[in-house]
């Protein structure tokens, strides 16, 4: 057969570039991508109601390419029923409990890398291809920067963690809230816990200090609390059930993703081989899923896995919480104790359950047609055609799920998948 030549510019060269991009990039093998399923639709939700749903997964993707105009998606709860049943032949008719529903939404906008490819003379220089080159790095950047604007947003806090390899700049930075697209919301009060002597507690300050101490650790102990408090708790984050796991019903697992530094405080608090042993064996019921491989443990019905870069305090650095269950109101001058100085630090973990977030992408457009993808690739020649400079984007966002979800005693404002759990960590000069 012969070949297909696309000249530079041609808008079908641009359309086949960029289908090619977004599939390289949401095939990635990387955590977030593996906890990673569709929006749950009408037709979930009433599955569920009959214990058959399959939607769980921690991060739920919208894709959207019909899109034209709008920038916002939103999705619903439907609120459990509570109250008594009515028995024998007591009067049932009229007395009905009504269907209620909460919202929450995200917004997607454009976000774009463009890289030089060098010119005339740099191409002359050089015994690489720069320009194959530069579409591999931007496909990286944009594949980090994606992974990076999940964990934030699952988190509720940037952290203060900062190096090369971060994409998101600090909170303080001007740009910040435009790179995120939706606000960072910092973890709801019945989502939020710090570690206190292998047990949990809810965030609390004296005077303008969290109070937690060194000894605070991450622990096989304060794992054991978590998984306490999930089956203790009203309306917990759902079950996370990976497609072919036979035991998802029968043994609910959640995933928390822990730093480095939590990750080997655990394994040094109890048996590494049984911690391990136990998530290989789960992995061999549930079709070998990667999630359960590698540098993973099960303990007690949750799934321990590193996440790729920490969301970290340092001594005298605010950590937002809510102080209110029915407020969203966030307190930001508590700050991360100053005796801890330059040895100790607070690094968030992160439990997730079912539908903690969401992620919806639009369509992509080039010279005013659309791309019917959600990533895009082009190419252009700069200064009399002496510099090739390549642009890879995106249309997408990212939100944490939450609602103002009714527990029979009240509403109370709920991140719906996912809880954060606070512990002290030793750092490493």
């Not at 991508?33 to 993707?61: C, H, I, M, W």
């Not at 269950?325 to 968030?348: G, H, K, M, N």
Request: charged fraction near 20%; hydrophobic fraction near 40%.
């Amino acid at each position: 057969m012969p070949a297909t030549r696309i000249n530079y510019g041609d808008a079908q060269a641009i359309r086949i570039q960029s289908a090619g991009l977004f599939a390289a990039s949401i095939q990635r093998q990387t955590l977030i991508n593996r906890l990673t399923g569709k929006l749950p639709q009408q037709a979930d939700v009433e599955n569920k109601l009959r214990f058959q749903s399959t939607s769980d997964y921690p991060v739920v993707r919208c894709q959207d390419l019909s899109r034209r105009a709008g920038d916002e998606v939103t999705f619903d709860l439907l609120q459990p029923i509570g109250g008594k049943p009515i028995m024998g032949d007591a009067y049932a008719e009229g007395n009905g409990d009504k269907m209620d529903f909460a919202n929450d939404s995200l917004r997607i906008n454009q976000y774009r890398k463009p890289i030089s490819a060098g010119g005339r003379m740099s191409q002359q220089r050089t015994v690489h291809q720069l320009r194959p080159l530069a579409r591999a790095q931007g496909l990286n950047y944009i594949k980090s920067l994606e992974d990076q604007a999940a964990l934030v947003h699952l988190a509720g806090a940037r952290g203060f963690d900062n190096n090369i390899e971060w994409k998101i700049p600090l909170a303080s930075d001007a740009d910040f809230a435009s790179i995120m697209i939706n606000p960072v919301r910092a973890p709801t009060r019945n989502r939020h816990y710090l570690a206190s002597s292998g047990s949990l507690k809810k965030v609390v300050a004296s005077g303008n200090e969290i109070t937690i101490a060194s000894t605070d650790v991450m622990s096989a102990d304060v794992v054991d609390a978590i998984r306490t408090k999930l089956d203790s708790m009203p309306l917990p984050p759902p079950s996370v059930k990976f497609d072919g796991d036979q035991m998802a019903d029968d043994m609910p697992t959640r995933v928390l993703l822990v730093s480095s530094e939590q990750y080997t405080a655990i394994v040094q608090s109890t048996n590494f081989r049984t911690f391990q042993a136990n998530a290989m064996a789960r992995a061999s019921m549930a079709k070998n899923n990667p999630l359960f491989l590698g540098e993973a443990g099960l303990w007690n019905g949750i799934l321990i896995v590193k996440m790729p870069k920490p969301i970290r305090f340092f001594a005298g650095d605010s950590l937002r919480w809510c102080a209110s269950a029915t407020s969203t109101t966030e307190t930001a001058t508590d700050l991360v104790p100053a005796a801890f100085s330059t040895t100790y630090a607070i690094d968030r973990a992160i439990l997730l359950g079912g539908q903690a977030l969401a992620e919806a992408y639009g369509n992509a457009m080039s010279r005013g047609e659309s791309l019917d993808t959600s990533y895009s690739w082009s190419e252009k020649f700069l200064d009399h055609d002496n510099s090739p400079e390549s642009c890879v984007g995106a249309v997408g966002g990212k939100s944490k799920i939450r609602f103002n979800m009714d527990f029979g005693t009240g509403l109370e404002y709920t991140d719906f998948g996912v809880m954060a759990i606070d512990t002290v960590i030793k750092l490493i000069p």
